[in-house]
């Protein structure tokens, strides 16, 4: 099975200052299709999660434009450029390239 | 719009069976694969199951496989989990998701409690 590895567990945060988290896989995610089926999620307190970001770097409808995906392999990020308190909650990434499909342990962000 | 209501969770002693539904609308649904995703109390999100739009392919985690079956009427728009010989680390909120490929659209959960 492929191992979502996530880091840091938890990013204390100033408003308004950027933020980064990492997410590392045990294979790489490139598809035979060509593609690279990662995705990054938001789940705020007491919410289902939302995804924000799919195949590493598209920006979901709706998703401000601080929020960035980047990687590639087995190596991803997102970043958020200057953290609101809306921002807040925990972050999975997770990938749907191999079966079966696996979710990184998350990332919680709070604010200072 | 899309939507994805989940239902039938709650109460049931170790041992015993549930089903789950999960009410589509909004989409073609017959044209999605979907997806089970659970989360335990305080804890990450796990894939559960997966199947596509016709039913052809079928997939399970290995904690739920033999136990979980997966289903869907694309009649009726609706998606199930049935759940058997449950055990108390199946305890978690249950969340449909569409497309294997893109978890793109998620329903508010459903709260299986598995306790004596």
């Known amino acids: 099975d492929v191992v979502m590895t996530q880091s840091p567990l938890s990013l204390p945060v100033t408003l308004g200052q950027p933020a980064s988290f990492s997410c590392r896989s045990s294979?790489?995610?490139?598809?035979?299709?060509?593609?690279?089926?990662l995705n990054w999620f938001q789940q705020r307190p007491g919410q289902s999660p939302r995804r924000l970001i799919y195949?590493?770097?598209n920006r979901d409808s709706g998703v401000p434009d601080r929020f960035s995906g980047s990687g590639s392999g087995t190596d991803f990020t997102l970043k958020i450029s200057r953290v609101e308190a809306e921002d807040v909650g925990i972050y999975y990434c997770m990938q749907a390239t191999h079966w079966p499909l696996t979710f990184g342990g998350g990332t919680k962000v709070e604010i200072k | 719009e899309v939507q994805l209501v989940e239902s039938g969770g709650g109460l049931v002693k170790p041992g015993g069976s549930l089903r789950l539904s999960c009410a589509a609308s909004?989409?073609?649904?017959?044209?999605?694969?979907m997806n089970w995703v659970r989360q335990a109390p305080g804890k990450g999100l796990e894939w559960v199951s997966s199947i596509s739009s016709g039913s052809g392919y079928i997939y399970y985690a290995d904690s739920v496989k033999g136990r979980f079956t997966i289903s869907r009427d694309n009649v009726k728009n609706l998606l199930y989990l049935q759940m058997n010989s449950l055990r108390a680390e199946d305890t978690a909120i249950y969340y449909c998701?569409?497309?294997?490929?893109?978890?793109?659209?998620w329903g508010q959960g459903t709260l299986v409690t598995v306790s004596s």
């Open positions: 294979q790489s995610l490139e598809h035979s299709d060509g593609n690279t089926y």
């Open positions: 195949r590493v770097s």
């Open positions: 998701a569409r497309d294997w490929g893109w978890f793109d659209y």
């Open positions: 909004g989409f073609s649904f017959s044209s999605y694969s």
